[in-house]
């Protein structure tokens, strides 16, 4: 990849020539993106645009037919999933992955506990490690989450299901953290607890949404990367991707109006 120019040098997550084909498909056709440190990046386009395979790319799920992909400066373009969440970069995913049986506050604390390498350990009674304790705590608070923190999940509301995702994904400290579609079948009456928590995510951790809805693209997003048909349309900022006429014509609707 080509040495970084002075103005770039936070960039965290970057992907160059990003190429992923199947048999004779190619479902992403040479794309290149640049992550910045804090930044609040959306990645928009319409259903079958390749988001989810950039997304399994960036994260190991998928290896790319050619092209390269640095974290902070490093190559990870073959490193396993686990390998790059090691390295500082999570994923939440558009159907929950939890633990059905167990409460928000031991998720938390088994996450926490992993985390700060202490996993082997995860059979002891919760509490008898009060740096884990007062972490997955503060977490809950920072969640919405004390309310429900000792029911089981399976028993939560869909947009505190929501919630506890994130929180996981947090728990382990990223720099870098993917939101793979954070509001997808929260029911309208749940979402706004969640827009709000997502809106005040740490600045330091580097956000790459993946998210249909425009409403909550609009009003997190900082800049825009534009797929469609596997390949870069155009990225800018809000009011740029808003007001341009090839995204209106094949994603937002002619009709469409953000600010």
Partial sequence: MTKLAHGERDVVLAAEGLVMKFGGIT?????????????RHALIGPNGAGKTTLVNLLTGVLTPTAGRIELEGR??????????????????FQINQLF?????????????????????QWWRPLGSS????????????????????????????????RLLEIAIALASEPRVLLLDEPVAGVPAGE??????????????????????????????????????????LTEGSPDEIANDPRVKEVYLGQGATHG
């Fill in 27 to 39: 479902a992403t056709d040479n794309v290149t993106l640049n992550l910045r440190r804090g930044a």
């Fill in 75 to 92: 190559d990870i373009t073959r490193l396993a999933p686990h390998q790059r969440v090691a390295r500082g970069m999570v994923r939440t």
């Fill in 100 to 120: 059905d049986s167990m409460t928000p506050l031991a998720t938390l604390a088994l996450v926490v506990s992993q985390h700060a390498g202490e996993g082997g």
């Fill in 130 to 161: 009060r740096a884990v304790v007062e972490r997955a705590t503060a977490l809950l608070a920072q969640f919405r989450l004390q309310d429900v923190a000792q029911q089981q999940v399976k028993h939560l509301a869909y947009g505190k299901r």
């Fill in 191 to 232: 979402r706004e607890e969640l827009l709000e928590t997502v809106a005040h995510l740490p600045a330091d951790v580097s956000v790459l949404l993946i998210e249909h809805d425009m409403d909550l693209v609009f009003s997190f997003a900082d800049r825009m990367t534009v797929l469609v048909n596997g390949a870069l």
